[in-house]
T-cell receptor, first 120, second 112 residues
Framework: GAVVSQHPSWVICKSGTSVKIECRSL??????MFWYRQFPKQSLMLMAT?????????EQGVEKDKFLINHASLTLSTLTVTSAHPEDSSFYIC????????????????FGPGTRLTVL | GEDVEQSLFLSVREGDSSVINCTYT??????LYWYKQEPGAGLQLLTY?????DMKQDQRLTVLLNKKDKHLSLRIADTQTGDSAIYFC????????????FGTGTLLAVQP
């Protein structure tokens, strides 16, 4: 099956620093990747949709200058949390849709294992 | 609105059937999904159902959709300890729209 990896799996950083999270589709090409944020005991909240070769589409209330997204290739999207603060501490999850797959029509997304960000 | 609600917790004994429920507000969804989240692992797609279907069965899983009541359920037959996880329902429009709306998640605890 389709595998999506994330790196790092967890990161601790000081307030004010920037953190980059990578999302890779390992055995398929993904024209579209998604970034979610999950708070403890809560659901996934879509932050932005990342399309290869174009600007990301951010959900309402998500600061695009705070959460920089780059989708430079069909297998890699990155999320950079700039000037991180303690309130940015969360579990960040990415997902990917397989390009050209019949499952694209059904909006099937393959999810990464998530990255736990803790900002001190 | 785009609300999707689930009960927070369900406890069952091994071998029993589990039924996880989900209610949603947007009737224009095209596809409805069930995902499983285990600690340290990504969300795993269990099954999905088209909005024009009432039921779908896939091995131990049965999905029922009541469009009139906007109610979706997932039944797991012969529940095993390995089924212990958080289960999320989600819906989407499919195609180019992409966006998935997730439910609040139900923690299923299977007692041996």
């Amino acid at each position: 099956g389709a595998v999506v990896s994330q790196h790092p799996s967890w990161v601790i950083c000081k307030s004010g620093t920037s953190v980059k999270i990578e999302c890779r589709s390992l055995d398929f090409q993904a024209t579209t990747m998604f970034w979610y944020r999950q708070f403890p005991k809560q659901s996934l909240m879509l932050m932005a949709t990342s399309n290869e070769g174009s600007k990301a589409t951010y959900e309402q209330g998500v600061e695009k200058d705070k959460f920089l997204i780059n989708h430079a290739s069909l297998t890699l999207s990155t999320l950079t949390v700039t000037s991180a603060h303690p309130e940015d501490s969360s579990f960040y999850i990415c997902s990917a849709r397989e390009a050209g797959s019949i499952l694209w029509l059904t909006d099937t997304q393959y999810f990464g294992p998530g990255t736990r960000l803790t900002v001190l | 609105g785009e609300d999707v609600e689930q009960s927070l917790f369900l406890s069952v004994r091994e071998g029993d059937s589990s039924v996880i429920n989900c209610t949603y507000t947007d009737s224009s969804s095209t596809y409805l999904y069930w995902y499983k989240q285990e600690p340290g692992a990504g969300l795993q797609l269990l099954t999905y159902i088209f909005s024009n279907m009432d039921m779908k069965q896939d091995q131990r899983l049965t999905v029922l959709l009541n469009k009139k009541d906007k109610h979706l359920s997932l039944r797991i037959a012969d529940t095993q300890t390995g089924d212990s996880a958080i289960y999320f329902c989600a819906w989407g429009y499919g195609g180019a729209t992409n966006k998935l709306i997730f439910g609040t998640g139900t923690l299923l605890a299977v007692q041996p």
